[in-house]
């Protein structure tokens, strides 16, 4: 391999670039980290020895997860790469001259870890400069002596805030928090770092120390100590649920070795970390397998698509507004249209409340903000729709409305011009059955809010084009979103599992399971909301009216269950009618008796279940419905029905998605369990021949 460490001497400094060989990254690899321990080894007389990378915009980006995540399954081989590591590390920060690491931009993981070594911290102020340690957003935590150096440099609430988050700083707030001895102007950066070195050589720094009586109070004392530990340990237990138990052994190993010597703590993180390879860090194979399907889904290839400057969006209501906020926070200019001014002024509020948001949590200036406002301009007719690369309607769930609205649009639009639909439940195929040049024609499925959520499903009808699905899948990534093609159908992907996993709670519910039972067993397998909180916020009628549209398309197997019929004749619409499983009052809501009453007109059966035998229903039927939906080639591969549900649905990523549970669970058992319950309950569990097949071959998905 060629080296990936170049070193020149100038003057006795030694410059050492980081410059991975045909990566856009650098980052560490056993080969890379023999290389590098051989050239520290080797190096005598020079005065200081200057660390950079060649790569701009980055600096180091961490280990190499793929090596990694083989790694992790074998404790002997993770304690050698870690005593690789931190022998390096621990040589590099006793070598009898100045070390300084100069950081313009992204230093993350191992990347931080080496910096962390060196006596001195050189930081610019570029966009693109960031350092942290995202260790335990992967389900482990840092291993080469992050959470022993970070807090004797930075102190030890800041450093658990960078350990226990996995968010990166910028190089301003690095410089802030005593992380960097000195900040430099990226623009001027190769003309001011000689001086910069120079200061170094002298053993001066600017670097800021943790000081003031609340920092001796809370960081100079066991008590002190106790107190920020113990509050900790509280926030993520609150966070995670206990779902992510990295963060809490990353904590209990900083309150052990906090007030130890740095070579006995050192020692004892690569310890905790071997023993917990198989405990504390068992979901990290499951969040790393995520973390490669995202970068999978970013690095899509779109060989036909064409630049999307100009958009417009028709319907101005809350997804409307949702996607010209966003088209706008990208840089594309809108136009955004509804039937009357008092619509468009409601979407134009909606919008300025995202901004709002934004410039509150300090991500832009009120300038940048004001330029992309200035993006959107409006009205209630199709003026300036001529001038549009793509135009993205998001209009009410009505087919004859949608219709007329593409016939509208095919008249005034650029012949070259695409159309997309916002559409959650219609079928691309019946919308399009009228349009002149349906070729143009795609499903662009945002999910809500569309400020929050990442995925927009792609839908491909069966007259659309290659170079309009690649246009809006090139446009989903220029907007930062990770668009999954699908194939035409109702509820195409997403939808089409949910309204099942939403259903079958239903069903359970109506057999005497219990709210609070369910919600409680729902949390405790991970999904991030109360089930009933979340069919309130879709609203109670909007759920009826789609699931009955899936019920006509897909038979018994989709019935709409009777509580929600019941329900919606009611008025009980959830949280805009102020009504729905729940009672809501201001911030507070309580169970509504209402609900309760329905039940008991209902007929229930009096089986009692278990907790995993409620979520044992649950996922059965929605893998029984996603196993159709790989037969029908709704999505491509397995990993991305896997990542569409993470994404869209909030499925536990630390689960590793429905596909990846089945295979851990056992697909042989869950069809048993499914013919088990077709029987009871009908044909919504029927698995199809495909999970069948697996079953029989003991065949697992490829995810």
Not at 359 to 372: F, G, Y
Not at 605 to 628: C, F, H, P, Q, T
Request: glycine share 8%; proline share 5%.
């Amino acid at each position: 391999m060629e080296s990936a460490w170049n070193l020149d001497i100038e003057d006795g400094i030694a410059f050492l670039v980081f410059d991975f060989p045909d990566e856009k990254i650098n980052k560490f690899t056993k080969s890379v980290m023999d290389e590098l321990e051989s050239i520290i080894n080797d190096l005598k007389d020079v005065k200081a020895l200057v660390i950079k990378s060649g790569k701009p915009g980055t600096f180091i980006a961490g280990a190499d997860l793929k090596q990694f995540e083989d790694l992790l399954r074998d404790p002997d081989k993770i304690r050698e790469i870690l005593d690789q590591g931190h022998r390096v590390f621990r040589r590099l920060e006793t070598l009898s001259f100045p070390t300084i690491a100069v950081i313009d931009g992204a230093c993350l993981g191992g990347g931080t870890e080496l910096v962390l070594s060196c006596k001195y911290r050189i930081v610019t102020d570029s966009p693109k400069t960031s350092i942290g340690l995202p260790e335990v957003s992967l389900g482990i935590m840092p291993g080469w002596g992050g959470t022993q150096r970070l807090p004797r440099l930075v102190g030890l609430q800041q450093a658990l805030k960078m350990i226990l988050s996995g968010k990166p700083v910028d190089g301003k707030r690095a410089f802030k928090i005593g992380f960097a001895d000195y900040i430099l102007p990226h623009e001027f950066l190769e003309e001011q770092l000689p001086e910069t070195i120079e200061k170094c050589l002298q053993r001066k720094t600017n670097r800021k120390k943790p000081k003031g009586m609340m920092n001796w109070l809370l960081e100079k004392n066991p008590i002190g100590r106790s107190i920020v530990f113990s509050q900790s340990k509280k926030n993520v237990e609150k966070k995670t649920k206990g779902h992510y138990p990295s963060p809490i052994v990353a904590i209990g190993l900083i309150r052990e070795t906090i007030a130890m010597p740095l070579e006995k703590g050192l020692e004892r993180e690569k310890e905790v970390f071997v023993k917990n390879c198989n405990t504390g860090f068992s979901i990290a194979k499951h969040i790393i397998r995520v973390f490669f399907g995202m970068e999978h889904l970013k690095k899509q290839e779109a060989p036909e698509a064409e630049k999307v400057s100009s958009v417009g969006v028709l319907g101005a209501g809350v997804m409307g507004s949702g996607i010209a906020w966003l088209a706008s926070y990208r840089g594309n200019s809108i136009r955004m249209k509804d039937i009357n001014w008092e619509a468009v002024s409601s979407g134009l509020n909606e919008i300025k409340g995202i901004y709002k948001q934004i410039k509150k949590i300090k991500r832009l200036p009120q300038d940048a903000i004001n330029l992309m406002q200035h993006r959107i301009s409006w009205g209630i007719n199709y003026k300036g729709f001529n001038q549009q690369d793509l135009v993205i309607e998001a209009a009410t769930e009505n087919l004859d409305l949608k219709k007329q609205l593409f016939a509208d649009l095919e008249e005034r639009l650029r012949p070259d011009a695409l159309i997309a639909s916002n559409t959650s439940s219609l079928t691309i195929e019946n919308m399009s059955e009228d349009m002149k040049r349906p070729e143009r024609f795609v499903g662009m499925h945002f999910f809500n809010p569309v400020n929050r959520m990442p995925l927009v499903e792609v839908v491909a009808g069966p007259k659309t084009s290659q170079k309009a699905v690649d246009t809006v899948v090139k446009t989903c990534l220029d907007w930062k979103k990770i668009p999954i093609v699908v194939k035409d159908c109702p509820g195409f992907l997403v939808n089409r599992i949910f309204a099942v996993q939403a259903n079958e709670v239903m069903h359970l519910l109506q057999e005497g399971a219990g709210m609070s039972r369910l919600a409680h067993a729902t949390e405790n397998f991970g999904w991030p909301m109360d089930p009933f909180i979340l069919a309130d916020t879709v609203g109670i009628d909007v759920s009826q009216k789609v699931f009955k549209e899936f019920e006509e398309a897909y038979g018994a197997r989709m019935r709409v269950p009777e509580i929600l019929e019941r329900m919606a004749e009611k008025g009980l619409k959830g949280k805009k009618s102020g009504k729905g499983f729940y009672i809501y009052e201001g911030k507070k809501n309580s169970p509504n008796p209402q609900v309760q009453e329905i039940l008991n007109s209902i007929e229930k059966s009096n089986k009692k279940y278990s907790e995993s035998e409620l979520i044992d229903r649950v996922i059965a039927a929605m893998l029984a419905e996603a196993g159709r939906c790989l037969e029908e080639n709704i999505v491509s591969k397995d990993s991305d029905l896997d990542m569409a549900l993470i994404l869209g649905t909030g499925f536990p990523p630390f689960r590793g998605g429905l596909l990846a549970y089945a295979n851990d669970y056992g697909i042989g058992k869950l069809v048993d369990l499914m013919k088990r319950l077709q029987t009871e309950h009908g044909d919504r569990f029927t698995p199809c021949d495909l999970l069948v097949s697996k079953a029989r071959e003991n065949k697992k998905f490829d995810v």
